[in-house]
């Protein structure tokens, strides 16, 4: 991440850093949890991390927002409207009737797929920006990556609100466009 992504976002960053609340040994044992249901829940906040969210698609290019199933769709959905773009809801295997565009990857233990509609509308050339709450593995957003490419879409970066060290995501990135809000851990 370039330095002047941490000073430009550092107003949201510091309001995230005012509400996250941090949950120790969950889901498991030596985590700590990050819970962004505060910063959704406060409006002042939540504004100031859509506003910076939104700041960064548009800087990326964006034609469409896609959010990742789940809270990807609140702060996707959100950008969207502020932006005054569609968005593209990329949910889970399952939960949509066919036709769908599907594409597996790997967890730790087994494995999961993505899906959009397949007729929802024609994609390609459009730019799309991938919006989550958390980069962590970036498995999903390298199988959103994928999923999208092979329609047609360009996926012209990523913007998530927190990034998890250590895990290796910002690596299986590969170095595409990434935007971290929360620059303050």
């Known amino acids: 991440m370039p330095k002047n992504q941490k000073t ?7 309001a995230i850093s005012e509400k996250i609340r941090l949950v120790e ?4 044992k ?3 949890f990050e819970d962004l249901t ?7 906040t939540f504004h ?6 939104s700041e960064a698609c548009q800087e990326l290019g964006a034609d469409v927002i896609g959010g990742l199933d789940a809270r990807g769709f609140l702060l996707g959905s959100a950008v969207a409207y502020d932006l005054g773009l569609g968005i593209l809801a990329i949910r889970k295997k399952g939960k949509l009737p066919p036709p769908v565009h599907s594409e597996e990857y790997n967890l730790e233990y087994g494995s999961a797929a993505l899906e959009i509609p397949a ?9 799309v920006v991938l919006v989550d709450d958390v980069l962590a593995t970036g498995g999903t957003l390298v199988a959103a990556t994928r999923l999208l490419e092979n ?3 360009k996926v012209t970066g990523y913007v998530v609100v927190l990034e998890v060290d250590g895990l290796g995501g910002r690596e299986a990135l590969d ?7 929360n620059q303050d851990k």
């Not at 040994?25 to 498991?28: A, L, T």
Request: glycine residues 8%; without cysteine; proline residues 7%.
């Open 30 to 32: 030596g985590v700590v």
């Open 119 to 127: 007729n929802q509308w024609d994609l390609t050339g459009q730019r």
């Open 48 to 53: 100031t991390v859509v506003r910076a969210l």
């Open 38 to 44: 505060p910063v959704l829940a406060d409006a002042d």
């Open 8 to 14: 430009k976002y550092s107003s949201a960053s510091a």
């Open 151 to 153: 329609i047609g879409a």
């Open 175 to 181: 170095g595409a466009p990434l935007v971290v809000i």
């Open 25 to 28: 040994d969950f889901p498991e």
